[in-house]
């Protein structure tokens, strides 16, 4: 069987694009690779962080955000437990609200209840 790559990325639909970049810019610190205009109405744009990982793209579809509210969606990886406990620091510092931290089935460090605009849940999760 032919191999693959890691996740080339994560689309994610939301009600509001703008609204909803500017909270994966201020809250995990990601930056807009490439903004998509359709009918000179922004449709979608392409996250990434600053250091080329953790693709994500967000696409207007207001009807999909509403049926994934409180899902958990996506796992985002971070290198070790002490990151997932230094990102709870900066959520708190930014006073983000999230459902604290627990433990993961392989005895790893998750940050749970992180929700974006649509209310999609984005966990940071290290093993």
């Not at 999609?120 to 093993?127: F, N, P, S, T």
């Amino acid at each position: 069987m032919p191999d693959l790559a890691p996740i080339h990325h994560v689309k994610i639909p939301v009600s509001d694009v703008r609204a909803s970049a500017e909270w994966y810019l201020r809250v995990l610190g990601l930056e807009v690779a490439i903004e998509f205009t359709e009918d000179g109405e922004l449709r979608g744009v392409a996250l990434n962080a600053p250091n080329g990982t953790t693709p994500i793209a967000l696409r207007h579809d207001p009807e999909r955000a509403t049926a994934l509210r409180g899902f958990d969606l996506v796992a985002l990886g971070v290198p070790t437990r002490d990151g997932v406990r230094a990102w709870a620091d900066h959520l708190a510092a930014i006073d983000q609200k999230h459902g604290g931290l627990v433990t993961g089935h392989h005895g790893g460090t998750v940050l749970v209840g992180l929700h974006d605009p649509d209310g999609i849940e984005i966990r940071l999760y290290a093993d």
